[in-house]
């Protein structure tokens, strides 16, 4: 595999998805955001992930409409595009209308894969803003996802699928789905490795997805722990590579694909140059050890930490 080559898997009903994407949330404006994505489908980026609640969704459509132009893609049928359900739309009686606000957005017929963002229903959209326990409660998910199976049989999606759902979540969708979700988007890094559920996930044919795969240092909620991180830094350093890049092509090595986010030129590129080489096996053994440190908390990004207990006890997340 050469470099700024990106491999495709298949999904549960064949249709292939590049293993790397470019994720999409945003703090910069419409047009920065749009300049960035553009330049995503330079460095070879065909798979972008976005969400309503991301406000970025008209900022990806204008890139791809502009990529199409420039010629950089020829069409946008050769991109994937997942967006998410918003939390605040999570009811059944919303879900059509969100599906087309999304598409509105786009200003496209249909996406590759629409996915439930969490398994929770929220009173309002959070974007850096505070969440009180009254604004969460639980979804519908029967419901929900019943209409998320007739979005796919009307065409608006090409597959559908879920983010944040813990192996009991996924177990209570599967006794009630006629379509199964094709994916699961998950926090998943060298040092959050997600081993129970993805051979859970495994067994039910479900394709495991990584958001936050170097820790989402620079946030207000991440960590550095990965770029940081001795171990990867000596692998680095004998392989010519970037702490970055082992750190990403170790999580490839596990079978998942991974959503990177940076607007930086240079590191896309390098996000992307993971392909053509590989980790020994004492190099694996290496990663496997280091100590297990989850980045994202639901409530750290809500801004309340007394709402661990209450967000943990419904997303029901298992111990590794």
């Given at each position: 595999?050469?470099?700024?080559?990106?491999?495709?898997?298949?999904?549960?009903?064949?249709?292939?998805?590049?293993?790397?994407?470019?994720?999409?949330?945003?703090?910069?404006?419409?047009?920065?955001?749009?300049?960035?994505?553009?330049?995503?489908?330079?460095?070879?980026?065909?798979?972008?992930?976005?969400?309503?609640?991301?406000?970025?969704?008209?900022?990806?459509?204008?890139?791809?409409?502009?990529?199409?132009?420039?010629?950089?893609?020829?069409?946008?049928?050769?991109l994937f595009i997942t967006s998410k359900l918003s939390p605040v739309?999570?009811?059944?009686?919303?879900?059509?209308?969100?599906?087309?606000?999304?598409?509105?957005?786009?200003?496209?017929?249909?996406?590759?894969?629409?996915?439930?963002?969490?398994?929770?229903?929220?009173?309002?959209?959070?974007?850096?803003?505070?969440?009180?326990?009254?604004?969460?409660?639980?979804?519908?998910?029967?419901?929900?996802?019943?209409?998320?199976?007739?979005?796919?049989?009307?065409?608006?999606?090409?597959?559908?699928?879920?983010?944040?759902?813990?192996?009991?979540?996924?177990?209570?969708?599967?006794?009630?789905?006629?379509?199964?979700?094709?994916?699961?988007?998950?926090?998943?890094?060298?040092?959050?490795?997600?081993?129970?559920?993805?051979?859970?996930?495994?067994?039910?044919?479900?394709?495991?997805?990584?958001?936050?795969?170097?820790?989402?240092?620079?946030?207000?909620?991440?960590?550095?722990?990965?770029?940081?991180?001795?171990?990867?830094?000596?692998?680095?350093?004998?392989?010519?590579?970037t702490t970055a890049q082992v750190a990403l092509r170790w999580l490839?090595?596990?079978?998942?694909?991974?959503?990177?986010?940076?607007?930086?030129?240079?590191?896309?590129?390098?996000?992307?140059?993971?392909?053509?080489?590989?980790?020994?096996?004492?190099?694996?053994?290496?990663?496997?050890?280091?100590?297990?440190?989850?980045?994202?908390?639901?409530?750290?990004?809500?801004?309340?930490?007394?709402?661990?207990?209450?967000?943990?006890?419904?997303?029901?997340?298992?111990?590794?």
């Amino acid at each position: 595999m050469g470099k700024g080559v990106i491999p495709s898997v298949r999904l549960m009903e064949g249709q292939p998805m590049a293993v790397m994407g470019m994720g999409t949330a945003s703090i910069l404006g419409e047009e920065d955001t749009k300049a960035a994505i553009v330049e995503g489908m330079k460095a070879g980026f065909r798979h972008f992930d976005t969400a309503y609640s991301y406000g970025t969704e008209k900022a990806l459509g204008e890139a791809i409409r502009e990529g199409v132009e420039l010629g950089i893609v020829k069409s946008r049928e050769e991109l994937f595009i997942t967006s998410k359900l918003s939390p605040v739309f999570a009811h059944p009686s919303l879900i059509l209308d969100a599906i087309h606000a999304t598409l509105q957005n786009l200003k496209m017929e249909y996406v590759d894969m629409y996915l439930i963002h969490i398994p929770l229903k929220l009173k309002r959209e959070v974007r850096g803003g505070k969440v009180e326990k009254d604004d969460i409660s639980a979804m519908d998910v029967k419901g929900v996802w019943e209409m998320m199976e007739h979005c796919k049989n009307l065409g608006l999606t090409k597959a559908i699928g879920v983010s944040n759902f813990s192996i009991p979540n996924l177990t209570h969708l599967l006794s009630f789905a006629k379509i199964p979700p094709a994916l699961n988007q998950v926090e998943m890094s060298v040092v959050w490795h997600q081993k129970k559920l993805r051979e859970f996930c495994k067994t039910k044919g479900i394709h495991v997805t990584a958001y936050s795969p170097l820790g989402s240092a620079g946030t207000n909620w991440g960590h550095n722990k990965i770029v940081e991180s001795h171990v990867l830094s000596q692998i680095a350093e004998a392989k010519g590579k970037t702490t970055a890049q082992v750190a990403l092509r170790w999580l490839y090595e596990q079978e998942v694909s991974i959503v990177t986010k940076s607007f930086n030129k240079e590191r896309m590129r390098q996000n992307i140059d993971i392909f053509d080489w590989s980790l020994s096996e004492e190099e694996l053994a290496n990663i496997n050890q280091l100590p297990q440190h989850r980045a994202i908390v639901f409530a750290n990004i809500f801004g309340q930490h007394d709402l661990v207990l209450d967000l943990d006890a419904q997303l029901n997340h298992p111990h590794l």
